[in-house]
């Protein structure tokens, strides 16, 4: 009766079926909706420093919702993902939202409160089957969203450094051919690329102004970001700074070999691009053109 109810149907496997496609929707948007907030700037925060007094910042919303729900101590939440992990994927994805380990376990413990009665509610309506089938997604999603979310943050924010890193290094490299140091060359040109890059060379800045080596600082960026293009670029560094080679010469052979590397990166994504539209070409465009050109012939014959 509750399937008819529901689904307008008899039968126990389609309800499972219909149930579990409107979790993964509902789940799916949800993780949409969450990504966008943790990846747009807020309008107080992106403003220039210069109109915006420190005492008319804004915290993110995100981050002052969990602290309503932070605990002096967790003891379920570190267990699954310890806190130098979570920290760990926070710095690599660009501390979205200015959270922290402690506010991710604030929001798991949230979103938990909140999911405990719709669990009451799936085992009022359904049998103990098709709960544990809806549940047990439920409780995998809600131990291991941070770390989907994190891992897809940390993936376009590499993807965003990588766009920009190439015309980075022209740019440096037109001001240091031009007689200005290294050092203010390599920070007044992050400025020019908002973004991911901006962000990360401006941590790289601070580290440098409050006294640390540049090339650790360096190491520091490469162990952030994790590509291959930049951990060349570093150790290009290095050894030029070791063996007295100039600069000029090292940064215009990594900018001719970052930019080889992107044509190559590119000439691969188009040779698989006809494999990747097979799919929709099947599944989607064929249909709709058969519908389009068969309808009208299926229709006259019918009358």
């Not at 919303?61 to 570190?78: C, I, V």
């Not at 926070?90 to 009665?117: E, F, S, W």
Request: glycine share 2%.
């Amino acid at each position: 009766m509750l399937s008819s109810l529901f689904f307008g149907t008899n039968y126990p496997w389609l309800t499972i079926l219909l149930s579990l496609t409107l979790l993964a929707g509902v789940t799916f948007a949800l993780f949409q909706t969450l990504l966008y907030y943790l990846t747009r700037h807020d309008f107080l925060l992106s403003w220039p420093q210069k109109t915006v007094p420190p005492s008319a910042r804004r915290e993110p919303w995100l981050k002052k919702l969990a602290k309503n729900f932070q605990a002096e101590r967790d003891l379920l939440w570190p267990l699954l993902w310890p806190k130098d992990v979570l920290n760990s994927l926070l710095t690599r994805a660009g501390q979205p939202q200015k959270l922290a380990a402690k506010d991710i376990y604030a929001l798991q413990r949230l979103l938990l409160i909140l999911v405990i009665p719709v669990l009451v509610l799936i085992r009022l309506l359904f049998s103990q089957t098709t709960f544990w089938l809806i549940c047990l997604p439920i409780i995998f999603i809600l131990a291991y969203w941070p770390i989907f979310i994190l891992k897809l943050l940390t993936k376009k924010r590499r993807r965003d450094f990588q766009y920009s890193f190439n015309y980075f290094i022209d740019t440096v490299y037109l001001l240091v051919n031009a007689g200005m140091n290294f050092e203010k060359a390599l920070f007044l040109s992050a400025k020019k690329f908002p973004g991911a890059l901006q962000e990360e060379f401006l941590i790289t800045e601070q580290e440098f102004i409050y006294g640390s080596p540049l090339d650790l600082a360096l190491d520091n960026l490469g162990q952030r970001m994790d590509l291959p293009e930049v951990k060349k670029f570093i150790t290009a560094i290095k050894q030029s700074a070791k063996l007295g080679i100039p600069l000029e010469r090292v940064l215009a052979l990594q900018a001719e070999i970052i930019m080889t590397n992107r044509l190559q990166r590119a000439e691969e994504l188009s040779r698989t691009a006809a494999i990747k539209i097979s799919f929709p070409l099947v599944f989607f465009i064929f249909p709709a053109l058969l519908i389009l050109y068969l309808a009208p012939a299926i229709l006259q014959f019918l009358r």
